[in-house]
Structures are given as C-alpha cells and as structure tokens.
C-alpha cells in the first residue's frame, strides 16, 4: 500500500462509518417520551376529542420553528388534520396535564418539501406539547363525526339517480306531436 491508497481507504472507511451512523440516527418512526405525568389520569384522549395545548416545535438542532407558549394555547381537534400527522398521532392516548416530547421523521412533518425558510426538506421535528385541556366528544359529536359523512355518501347516489330518473321520464313521456296540435285547432275554427 501505499500513503495515498492507505489514506484512500481511510477516508473511504471513515464515510462509509460516517453514513451508517447518520442512518442509525436518522427517525424512521413517531417517537413520543411522557415528560410529567399528572397522578391521576382518567381519561385518555381519543380521535375525536378536542385538546387545548401549549407547544414548542424544534429542529433536531435545537433551533426553535414555533411556539404557542407567548399566544393563547392551540385548540387541536384529533382526527380533523389542523396539525401535522406526526403531532396529531402523538396526542392520541394522552391525559390533561401531560407534557409530552414528540419526535417526529420528516414524512409525518413537512416531507422533502419541508415549510422553506423556516423548515428545511426531509427535516425531523421535536415536538414539546403540554396538554392544557382535554373535552372528549359527546355522544351527538360522534355520531356526526362518524355517521354523517356516510349518510352524505350514500345520499349523493340517490339523488344523483332520482334526477335521472325523472329527467328519463321527463324524456320519454309522450308529446303530442304537432300534426294533432293543428287538428286540435281547426277542429275550433
């Protein structure tokens, strides 16, 4: 060997180290760790439920992209998208009081796009949420929430088919014709 193939390898070694590391550390999946946790906790949120909370979203890098904690807290209905998939999943199963880190892979952020400046593409997020309030649905608010939508599914079918089926019969109902129209008159006359 010589130096310059021995500090080739070297090199090349020290890469190839350097990648399989960054892929050891790169997020693949929601990783959600319970900060505090209040004594009691009775009720576990759900899809469904609203939740007020106060957050502060970083960068891996510890670069701060928003905060809620100088504003009123986020109102946040679970199941309805109004936040990131990657938070919304990790509001799923938490109580009133709960502080929360969440660390979240690009693809259930902002993607490869990312949300530029602010937000490079493929960025992981950290996520520290503090779970002010917690309403759960009432029963009224989830039937609405889980009929309705079906009701309207099957409603947009059957009126689709009752306008065709009167614009059909509509077409098809005999017209007299007008050769009768003009008998009809100079029989008048």
């Known amino acids: 060997f010589t130096m310059n193939t021995s500090v080739f390898v070297f090199l090349l070694a ?4 350097g990648l399989a590391w960054g892929e050891e550390n790169a997020v693949e999946e929601l990783q959600v760790e319970t900060l505090v946790k209040p004594e009691t906790c009775s009720v576990l949120s759900s899809m469904g439920d609203t939740l007020q909370i106060h957050y502060t979203g970083k960068l891996m890098d510890g670069k701060v992209i928003d905060s809620s ?4 807290p986020l109102v946040v209905e679970l199941g309805k998208r109004t936040v990131i998939a990657g938070l919304e999943q990790s509001l799923v199963g938490v109580c009133e009081g709960q502080k929360i880190k969440a660390t979240i892979p690009s693809h259930l952020a902002y993607g490869k796009k990312g949300y530029p400046p602010t937000i490079p593409g493929d960025a992981v997020l950290e996520f520290e949420v503090e779970v002010i309030s917690l309403m759960q649905q009432t029963p009224w608010q989830k039937m609405v929430n889980d009929v309705f939508p079906l009701v309207c599914l099957a409603l947009v079918p ?3 088919g009752l306008v ?5 019969n509509k077409a098809s109902a005999q017209k007299p014709s007008k050769k009768k129209a003009k008998d009809k008159k100079s029989k008048k006359k």
Do not use: E, F, N, V
Request: net charge neutral; hydrophobic share 45%.
């Open 14 to 17: 020290a890469l190839t180290c």
């Open 158 to 160: 059957t009126l689709l």
């Open 164 to 168: 065709g089926l009167y614009l059909y």
């Open 69 to 72: 904690l100088s504003r009123d």
